[in-house]
């Protein structure tokens, strides 16, 4: 959950960059044709949000309105002392307040020129407040769009991968400390914990899976600033199978290039793969920075995508053994057109 | 990637206590909904709302969405986003069977619903459900009305079992732990993300799953409460939170302010309304009363001394709410005339800001006795400051 730093720093991120945030999205929506777009959020999952605006959305659900020119303007039921503390710490200027986003989308459009207003990742909308939301703004008409905050997102800016060093060190240090032998569950936790929210992470989700041979693996997932870091580390070398799915990591990571299918890297990882015991079902799985808050779920990976040069994400490779047991080694990468430059595991 | 599990019973090898708790809750359900002419509830959980998956299945998902089918008769189906969440799934034992969901081919969802050719169906959280999965839904039962059952699995969820109670009193030993992690690390010059980051790491070591906590520090400017920020402390600060493990599933809150220093007269003033508004609500409770009540007694404390207005609108309304598998159930506030039973829990906390000291952080939690109420945490209710030890 949101409960680390929330911080609004224009020496990490220059107005002239969220500006230019904003208008690369309305410049989308006039190519398809769209006068007003409308971004969905909820506690967990506000990134597009925070992209485009720096707010902190630790609570409830929210929507952003975007015009085809002018400033964005923020629909919230959160009261107005929630609403001081969002417009000091983000980019926002515009708050409207209300019971519901149906009458708080209607009163917005109130006054304006009936045209086309646009769901982005529509698809992903409650269908609930999509339905009241076309039943209250008769004349005008709504298009589905995709997801056109996210493809923003995809190749992270100058500011962006500076940001996202910062937090694979910060997230490399920590796991290395929390997986020491000897540590526990809870001491593993208790460390990412104080280690991550204390160096400036604002969410946090470690996650532990464990086989029947007594394997663990330990998972963190985190969120410094608006972007996201994940590495994930088998504990031991006790059984031969984790120096399998090691190898298979390795052998991923180096085909994360510039160009390169993603595909191809579960490709290069097969033959490591091919070393797992009987039953086991195991996925290489690419997830872009941008995806990480919902590791990736809320996108099918398609083998036939393309890397792109400076596209950061985790490379990943997850098992599922026959008897339930589960497994999963995974770092975070910037893909070049060279070696991939690694943002956790490779700094140790 | 779709992993095969043998559907097994739900329930089988359970041990008799998990058992009967099943059984009451398939109970309670399927009275509802008998009552309702509903074949099936299906609830539905975002990562933020995960409460109700939990009551069909006692595991809190990781995966970024999670469903339960719940028919009127045979076992229940649980679907995740994630593949290890089905294997956790089928080993607690409550569902028989565990699958995938995939939001962008939910295919086997449809497969599922089909197989039931409900006429009715109830949907836990309709209001969050996503337009991919409710077209989906729609797709595989044609024809049939659907509806929300978010009510009723609150309502099922309201008066706690003892085999709950049990979890929430490990979850109030917890809260006191993290109170006094918070107290301990207060120190002039210390960031606000430095003390949560504290406090998380101690809930965590304790065994506790997640923890919802507000924070603010500062004088009487602070307004309200917010994820932590970089302000330093400085001597003379009030640092206020709600602070809210959860364990084993179950959410219990604490409310507590404290002062780095020694307390002013304001500071002191401000701490002795509140704890009487806390002791108004905490003395009306008893099986039977509602929220609405509770709300007035703690208010009518704050209109004696002339601070009525800061319980209004342009303030903090809410007078505390409900606990449980979700941390805000049912909100303690004027016109909520939900009636509270034997055996529900919520806290009682006026906090709200006034200009004695600004925004004040107070509360306990309590259970609804056969002739009062409980006080689930042993904290002691006082204005803290720098150097106490809870």
Not at chain 1, 200 to 213: A, C, E, N, V
Not at chain 2, 340 to 362: K, R
Request: hydrophobic letters at 45%; a negative charge.
């Amino acid at each position: 959950m949101k409960r680390g730093l929330h911080v609004l720093d224009p020496a990490e991120t220059s107005d002239q960059e969220w500006g230019d945030r904003v208008a690369a999205l309305q410049k989308a929506m006039a190519a398809q044709g769209v006068d007003v777009a409308f971004v969905y959020a909820d506690v967990s999952r506000s990134d597009d949000l925070a992209y485009l605006t720096n707010l902190c959305l630790y609570w409830n659900e929210g929507v952003l309105a975007i015009p085809a020119e002018g400033p964005v303007t923020f629909l919230t039921k959160l009261s107005l002392r929630v609403q001081n503390w969002m417009k000091a710490s983000s980019k926002v200027t515009e708050f409207s307040g209300g019971k519901n986003f149906a009458d708080l989308v209607a009163k917005y459009l109130l006054g304006k020129k009936n045209g086309t207003i646009g769901l982005v990742d529509a698809a992903l909308w409650p269908a609930d407040v999509a339905d009241e939301i076309v039943a209250a703004v008769p004349g005008w008409q709504v298009k589905r769009l995709g997801s056109l905050v996210r493809e923003q997102r995809l190749i992270p800016s100058a500011a962006e991968t500076e940001l996202l060093r910062a937090a694979g060190r910060i997230l490399d240090d920590a796991a290395a400390k929390a997986t020491v032998e000897g540590s526990t569950a809870g001491s593993r936790v208790e460390t990412v914990e104080r280690a991550l929210r204390g160096g400036g992470f604002l969410d946090l989700y470690p996650s532990s899976l464990s086989t029947s041979d007594g394997v663990t693996s330990f998972g963190v997932t985190g969120q410094y600033r608006m972007n996201w870091v994940y590495s994930s580390r088998v504990l031991g070398d006790g059984a031969s199978w984790p120096a399998a799915i090691k190898d298979a990591l390795t052998a991923a990571i180096a085909a994360a290039k510039a160009g390169a299918r993603i595909g191809s890297l579960a490709e290069a990882a097969a033959p490591a793969l091919a070393k797992l015991p009987g039953g086991a079902k195991a996925e290489v799985r690419w997830v872009n920075q941008a995806d990480l808050s919902t590791s990736g779920e809320f996108r099918a990976q398609d083998p036939a995508a393309v890397l792109a040069d400076g596209e950061a994400g985790a490379v990943s490779v997850e098992v599922a053994f026959a008897d339930g047991g589960n497994a999963a080694v995974a770092e975070t990468v910037r893909v070049t057109e060279g070696e991939p430059e690694h943002l956790t595991g490779a700094q140790r | 990637m779709t992993i095969d599990h043998a559907p097994a019973p739900a329930g089988a090898g359970l041990s008799p206590e998990d058992l009967a708790e099943l059984q009451l809750r398939h109970r309670k359900i399927r009275d509802a909904m008998a009552e309702q002419g509903l074949d099936v509830v299906l609830a539905y959980g975002p990562a933020w709302r995960r409460e109700n998956i939990r009551y069909f299945t006692d595991v809190t998902p990781a995966g970024s969405a999670a469903l339960v089918v719940f028919p009127a008769e045979g076992d229940a189906v649980a679907f995740s986003t994630r593949p290890s969440d089905l294997a956790a799934f089928t080993a607690q034992g409550w569902v028989g069977e565990a699958r995938r969901l995939d939001p962008a081919n939910p295919a086997e969802l449809g497969v599922v619903l089909k197989e039931l050719a409900p006429r009715r169906i109830g949907i836990a959280h309709h209001e969050l459900v996503p337009l991919v999965l409710m077209e989906t839904i729609r797709a595989a039962a044609p024809g049939a009305e659907v509806g929300s059952a978010t009510k009723l699995l609150d309502t099922a969820r309201l008066v706690k079992s003892e085999w709950e109670l049990a979890r929430m009193r490990r979850s109030a030993v917890v809260c006191a732990a993290g109170w006094e992690a918070f107290v301990d690390v207060l120190e002039p010059g210390l960031p606000e993300y430095r003390i949560v980051a504290e406090v998380e790491a101690r809930l965590k070591n304790l065994g506790a799953e997640d923890n919802f906590m507000l924070i603010a520090s500062g004088r009487d400017e602070v307004r309200g409460m917010t994820p932590p920020g970089d302000r330093l402390l400085e001597a003379g600060d009030m640092v206020r939170t709600e602070l809210t493990p959860k364990m084993d599933g179950y959410w219990l809150q604490i409310c507590r302010s404290a002062v780095v220093g020694k307390a002013d007269d304001g500071q002191r003033k401000s701490f002795d309304l509140f704890n009487e508004a806390v002791e108004a609500g905490i003395s009306v409770v008893r099986p039977g009363i509602t929220a609405h009540e509770v709300a007035v007694a703690e208010n009518d404390v704050f209109r004696k001394y002339g601070y009525g207005e800061y319980c209004s609108s342009n303030y903090t309304r809410v007078r505390g709410h409900g606990h449980g598998l979700h941390l805000d159930e049912t909100p303690i506030i004027e016109g909520n005339h939900t009636v509270l039973p034997e055996n529900s829990v919520f806290i009682i906390h006026p906090n709200t800001y006034t200009p004695l000291a600004g925004y004040h952080v107070l509360g306990d939690p309590v259970r609804v006795t056969a002739d009062g109420c409980e006080v689930l945490i042993t904290t002691e209710r006082k204005l803290f400051e720098t150097g106490d030890v809870a």
